[in-house]
Each structure stands twice: as structure tokens, then as C-alpha cells.
């Protein structure tokens, strides 16, 4: 038998989980035991193991008769005994993703109305019930409304929003969570000591972080090192479970934050030769960053880094499926943090008032002229030019394109300007009227205008320039238009001193 089989937990007390144990207790206590629960929870969680349990208490000696105060099962009896087995004929387990047809329900509501043979209350546990069918719940239904009185039926499943809502009115709901880090390695320590095995602390750590808070996976991947020998070590823990520590993975992280990119390629690389699986690595990373990231929130300091990071992680975490090399979108990531803003100060989280001030006042009116004559230049800045005006030019229409995906309203703005020239790392955009400016410049807008850019053409800010449409020769038809409302206005130039007296 497998350590899970073996060491499954035999009384409430034994439950790994504190929050359900404590449940279950509370209610025994009262003698509040219902015809029907529902126990919600991911796998491996315990919900089996504390339906059996329940099966066992309504059918111990020593609780025959009792209306309260029930006592956990003693082990002893033979109802204990035949239920420990699995050989009791009135405890019955039924897989619903291959028994959910309503013609297996009605076969069940039948037999239900039978009196038990071996023990004083049979039990019906229904595992994955939420892959029953609609046909199946009806006939269900009638029964747990008016089940008799020598039934229980405890409904296991990990999707309870797929089970209908008069199934669920009718049963005693348990939420079983996902175990923590400590409450896995508190069961994993249960098998080491009963199997006589030597194994770290950090190493029983590394195991729950590997198992997604399920305690099966736990006890399935401590059983397979124990193959490797009485003593568990990192070697036999980077054989089974082909991944990397918190502490690698810490160390992965600050690589590609202080733009160390050869030692991300280098981990990578030693990943790749031990085997790491993608699918737990990427848990890994996504723990240590959130935690890095509520550090942050704490001490008072910017997340950006990590919240970005996040999101590329969790779109990373669907590509893994699909690609030839699982561990290339995550290398794909990290690289890329890695390489963003290269040999630049870290960013502040904000702007200072007289920095900001300082920007707004450097925005200033230019003829079409001056902007003509600038556009030609490709100029540097104290380090070589990142992308020239051309470039950028270019690819305006694909950078549009790519902004109205997520921003159709921005999208929307920016097809009214243009890029005029660039200057070190700094574009410099036309607009045509201070509304556009302002909205442009807003921090949010701005913000997002820079990541989109840094996308294409790396890391740009950008600033923008008023034209001065008064320097135009000719006038436009619409102008004309525009003109004939207020005879007093005859320039291009007049109609926007007009414009702006009206709308501010």
C-alpha cells in the first residue's frame, strides 16, 4: 500500500487540515450531525478520508444509540474494523465521473430504501459529484429531501459552482482549503517518523511547496525518494522532483532584477540539465514573488517590478503547455525583466512634484517649421541612441494597433498626433491642441503610452509639443466653416483662441 493509503487519518483528531477538524469536532460535540454534507475542496485534501471517519462515528459501538456527545471512532469494534477495510457492503463509494448517467442515480435511490446488512446506517459517498447529470440531480433530489432514517450521504467534489443549488440547499456544507506549507510538512513528519527515515526540515519544506497544498501529492513524493534510500537528501530531491529551492529561485529573481542576464541564462541552463519541471517551477517563482511583493507594499516601497513580473508569469504558466521547451516562456520572462532598462538607475515608483513640474514646463509651443527641421536629426544622448525618428515612424501604425488591443479609447488619442524626433531616449510627439496634451500626459495614460513603447523600441518616455497651426499659408475648407460662425475670426489662429476661450 502506498504511504497515503497507510497513513490516512483514522479519528477527526488525525485530519491535517486544522480548520475542518475543528468543524467536525464542534459538531460532534453537539450531536448536530446531518443526513447529507457536501464536502468542497481541491484534491487531495482529505475530503475521502474524512467521509470514511464520518461513516465510522454513526456506526461505532460506542456511539450506538447517541444523540449527542458523539465520541471518535474506537478502531475496535467491528463496524471500525470492516469500514478501515473498505469491505463493509452499506458503505458504498461512487465515482460520479463514471457513474453520473441518471439511470445509476435511480438504480442508487432504489437501493437506499434497502436496510443495511452489516452496520446500523449505510453510507453513501459520492466522489466528483458535480459530474453527475442534470437528469441524474432530479432523481437525486427526492431523496435527499426525505431520505430514511438508516441513510447518510456525504457528496465530495472540487467544483461545488457545477452542483445545483437545490443540491446544495439540502446538504451541510465543509470547505476543505489547500494546505499550507506547515500543515503538509506536519503530515509528511507523521510518515518520516512511523517509516524511520532521515530527512531535513528545508527539505520536507521544498516537498509542500512542490505539491500545490495537497496532501496525497505529499505523501506520493516523499514515498518515491524514500526509494532512493532511508536518507533523503537534495540529490534525491532534485532527481524525483527536477526543481529548484525558494533559495534558487530567490536567487533566479534578483539575477533578472539587477540585470544579471548570464546568470539567468546559467540557471536556466542547470535547470534544463536537471530536469526541472516547468509546471512546479513556475508555482515556485509565483510564491517567492508575491512575497517579495507584499515586502514591498509593508516597507513602503514601489511593487511595480513584481506585479508586472506576476501577470508575465501567469500568461507564461498557459504557454508552458503548449511549448516544445517547457521552460523557455519562463526563461522568456525573466530574461526579458533582465534585460529592461539595462545600465539605467532603477526607476522611482513616482515622480517628485518639482521633477514633474519640471517636465511640464519644458513643454513648449513650436511652428511646423522648427519641427520639420528637427525630425531630420538623429541625435544621442549620453549613451547611444536606443531607436532613431524613423524607426519609430515606422512602426507608428503597428505601435496604434498594438495599444488598441487593451486601449481602444488611447488608441483612439494617438491617431491624432504624431512622433516628431528623438533625442537620447526621449520621442517627442506633435499635438494639435492643449486638450490632447493634458490627457496625454496624465500619469496613468503616460505610463501606459511608455510600456507599450518600451515594447517595440525599448525603454522611451515621451513628452509633446503644441504646434502652432497659425503658421499655414493656405487656409483648410473646414476652417472656412469654422470661420463663418464668428465673423470676427478670419486667422486659423483666431479660431483656436476662440476654441480655447470656449472649452478652457
Not at 212 to 238: A, M, V, W
Not at 290 to 318: F, H, Q, W
Not at 438 to 461: D, F, N, S
Amino acid at each position: 500500500m502506498s504511504f497515503y493509503q497507510i497513513y490516512r487519518p483514522k479519528k477527526i483528531s488525525e485530519l491535517d487540515l486544522a480548520s475542518v477538524r475543528e468543524g467536525l469536532l464542534s459538531s460532534l460535540s453537539s450531536g448536530k450531525i446531518s443526513h447529507a454534507y457536501l464536502f468542497v475542496g481541491p484534491r487531495g485534501s482529505g475530503k475521502t478520508s474524512a467521509a470514511r471517519i464520518m461513516a465510522k462515528i454513526i456506526n461505532c459501538k460506542q456511539n450506538e444509540g447517541k444523540k449527542k456527545d458523539f465520541s471518535e471512532p474506537c478502531g475496535e469494534c467491528e463496524s471500525c474494523r470492516v469500514i478501515t477495510r473498505g469491505s463493509s457492503v452499506d458503505v458504498i463509494e461512487i465515482d460520479a465521473a463514471s457513474n453520473g448517467l441518471v439511470d445509476d442515480i435511480r438504480e442508487l435511490r432504489d437501493r437506499v430504501r434497502l436496510a443495511p446488512v452489516q452496520l446500523a446506517k449505510k453510507v453513501y459517498i459520492i466522489d466528483e459529484v458535480h459530474m453527475v447529470s442534470t437528469s441524474g440531480f432530479n432523481a437525486l433530489l427526492k431523496t435527499l429531501e426525505e431520505p430514511p432514517e438508516h441513510v447518510m450521504f456525504i457528496l465530495c467534489t472540487t467544483e461545488s459552482q457545477k452542483v445545483p443549488e437545490t443540491i446544495l440547499s439540502r446538504c451541510v456544507r465543509v470547505n476543505f482549503t489547500k494546505a499550507t506549507i506547515e500543515e503538509v510538512v506536519d503530515s509528511l513528519k507523521k510518515v518520516v517518523l512511523s517509516e524511520g527515515l532521515s530527512v531535513d526540515e528545508e527539505i520536507l519544506k521544498e516537498i509542500a511547496e512542490a505539491t500545490d497544498g495537497s496532501f496525497r501529492e505529499g505523501h506520493k513524493l516523499l514515498e518515491q525518494l524514500s526509494g532512493y534510500g532511508k536518507t533523503i537528501d537534495r540529490e534525491s530531491l532534485i532527481k524525483v522532483l527536477g526543481t529548484a529551492g525558494r533559495q534558487s529561485v530567490k536567487k533566479l529573481l534578483d539575477a533578472a532584477i539587477n540585470h544579471q542576464t548570464e546568470e539567468v541564462i546559467k540557471i536556466f541552463d542547470d535547470m534544463e540539465k536537471v530536469g526541472t519541471k516547468a509546471s512546479i517551477l513556475v508555482l515556485t517563482i509565483l510564491a517567492v514573488t508575491k512575497t517579495e511583493m507584499e515586502r514591498c507594499v509593508r516597507d513602503g516601497s514601489s511593487p511595480e517590478v513584481y506585479l508586472k513580473l506576476i501577470n508575465n508569469l501567469i500568461l507564461a504558466a498557459d504557454k508552458i503547455k503548449i511549448s516544445p521547451l517547457p521552460l523557455l516562456p519562463l526563461e522568456i520572462v525573466l530574461l526579458s525583466l533582465s534585460v529592461e532598462g539595462k545600465g539605467e538607475e532603477p526607476a522611482t515608483a513616482s515622480r517628485p512634484v518639482s521633477e514633474k513640474k519640471q517636465v511640464e514646463d519644458s513643454v513648449v509651443k513650436v511652428s511646423s517649421k522648427d519641427i520639420v527641421d528637427k525630425s531630420n536629426e538623429v541625435t544621442q544622448g549620453d549613451s547611444a541612441t536606443i531607436v532613431n525618428i524613423d524607426t519609430v515612424k515606422l512602426g507608428w501604425v503597428d505601435f496604434i494597433k498594438t495599444v488598441a488591443l487593451t486601449y481602444g479609447s488611447l488608441a483612439g488619442m494617438l491617431r491624432l498626433v504624431s512622433p516628431v524626433y528623438v533625442e537620447g531616449k526621449s520621442l517627442t510627439l506633435s499635438v494639435t491642441s492643449r486638450f490632447q496634451q493634458e490627457m496625454l500626459e496624465r500619469e496613468v495614460k503616460k505610463k501606459v503610452i511608455e510600456e507599450e513603447m518600451a515594447k517595440l523600441w525599448g525603454p522611451l518616455t515621451f513628452k509633446c509639443v503644441l504646434i502652432d497651426r497659425g503658421s499655414r499659408t493656405e487656409p483648410r475648407s473646414e476652417d472656412e466653416n469654422l470661420s463663418q460662425i464668428n465673423g470676427g475670426i478670419d486667422t486659423i489662429q483666431g479660431v483656436m483662441l476662440a476654441a480655447e476661450k470656449i472649452f478652457g
